[in-house]
């Protein structure tokens, strides 16, 4: 008999991962591919169609590693704010808008990025704008391919003026009735239907729950929903976290009783990904390139790709000790566990913490929005046992 696993997918910016977990929180498969047509550094070009064919791939190469496991449960979590728009006849049209172009044009002032980016698609595609009849953020399409349910995972009520509300909308002349409703986080959205299955790989059948940003997966992957947890959560962009009550106020709500305050750094994953693409020697891995840059071996560069990735180092370092010290300025901690691709060097985050004072701890697996994932499908519904479950599944090394 087949045992059951948990399929969680992370449509990141510029790769996607994906994992199988057990019931007991044990990582069975991890596998990162990049997207396929991917026009990089803008990452705009991805569709739907892509993310479908990549997640494809990615079972696929999961079901190699643990072919006696059947697919019992599937979350996707993504980054955000992003949109993709929908004619008349449910098809998609146009390409979808990702959170970069937001930064292209002057959109009105909003608490809302998902709104300033939809305020954004109508100032930058105004035809297809027009002939949208509904919008979804592509990091919620492919549960919606999966399962025929159009709907956007919503992380706990108290952030819902985060995502958007009716009266938001009005105000800003955007068309409410035109986006999705909301399925809180970790909810049951439906299951894979036997056409998604066949272009999935997937198992018909299989039961999707409501993802997350990848922010708010992280946060739970890495144990943080407790208050005083700090999170420096790694990837294409950067930030550090540091997570309170919602009863003691200041930052923004991203879980039932929690909040987070947060410091946000430049796009630190793109930097050295732009090294790494030049600089990096055939078949060496990102996290050994890593780790060779922190322990300064010389050995394994030229002396052009160890100067710059010398001065990429130090300036990530300096950019995050700036970050840490702005948040040092409003609240007291000395620890944080780092998640994401600069937590796969255990090098680069013991050097990078120390040049502010900070122990950086290293999780049981990097990838924490996996984590989170996998603790939102081990829930099946009961936001309660999220946080409990959130601890169980993220035991980190000091």
């Given amino acids: 008999m087949k045992s059951g696993a948990a399929l969680i997918l992370d449509l990141g910016t510029s790769s996607l991962k994906g994992a199988l977990f057990d019931g007991g929180g044990r990582r069975l498969a991890f596998v990162r591919l990049p997207y ?69 044009t002057e959109t009105q002032p909003t608490s809302s990025r998902y709104l300033q980016l939809l305020d954004a698609f109508r100032r930058l595609r105004p035809e ?26 919503l992380s706990c009520e108290a952030a819902r003026f985060l995502y958007w509300e009716e009266d938001e909308c009005r105000r800003l002349g955007l068309p409410f009735e ?50 005083g947890a700090v999170f420096n959560r790694t990837g294409t962009s950067e930030a550090v976290n540091f997570v309170l ?25 793109i930097w050295f990904e732009e090294w790494f693409s030049r600089f990096a020697p055939p078949g060496m891995a990102p996290a050994q390139a890593a780790d060779a840059l922190a322990q300064k071996c010389r050995r394994d560069f030229s002396e052009e790709a160890f100067a710059a990735g010398q001065r990429l180092f130090n300036e ?45 701890r290293i999780p049981r697996y990097a990838a924490c929005e996996l984590t989170g994932g996998a603790v939102l499908a081990a829930a099946a519904g009961k936001r309660s046992a999220v946080v409990f479950l959130s601890d169980d599944y993220s035991k980190t090394d000091c």
Wanted: one cysteine or more.
């Fill in 36 to 104: 396929e047509g991917e026009i990089r550094p803008d990452f705009e070009n991805r569709s739907l169609l892509t993310q479908i064919k990549t997640a494809a791939r990615a079972v696929t190469a999961l079901r190699s590693c643990c072919p006696s496991a059947a697919i019992r449960s599937v979350v996707t979590v993504g980054n955000g704010p992003s949109w993709i728009a929908f004619d008349g006849s449910g098809a998609v049209c146009g390409a979808p808008l990702m959170w970069m172009a937001a930064a292209r």
């Fill in 128 to 153: 297809v704008f027009r002939q949208a009849q509904a919008f979804l953020p592509l990091s919620d399409a492919l549960a919606w391919f999966l399962t025929g349910e159009r709907a956007a995972a």
């Fill in 178 to 227: 035109k986006l999705p409703p909301f399925v809180f986080s970790g909810e049951r959205l439906g299951v894979v239907t036997r056409e998604a299955a066949a272009a999935t790989g997937i198992d018909a059948g299989a039961v999707v729950y409501a993802g997350a940003p990848d922010y708010v997966a992280g946060l739970i992957g890495s144990g943080s929903l407790r208050a």
């Fill in 245 to 269: 009550t919602a009863d003691e106020g200041g930052g923004a709500p991203f879980w039932d009783g929690f909040n987070v305050d947060s410091v946000f750094l430049p796009p630190t994953g």
């Fill in 316 to 360: 990530i370092e300096s950019v995050f000790c700036a970050a840490v010290r702005t948040l040092r300025e409003r609240r007291r901690f000395d620890e944080a566990v780092i998640g994401g691709s600069q937590a796969e060097s255990a090098a680069w985050a013991a050097q990078k913490g120390g040049s502010c004072g900070l122990k950086l």
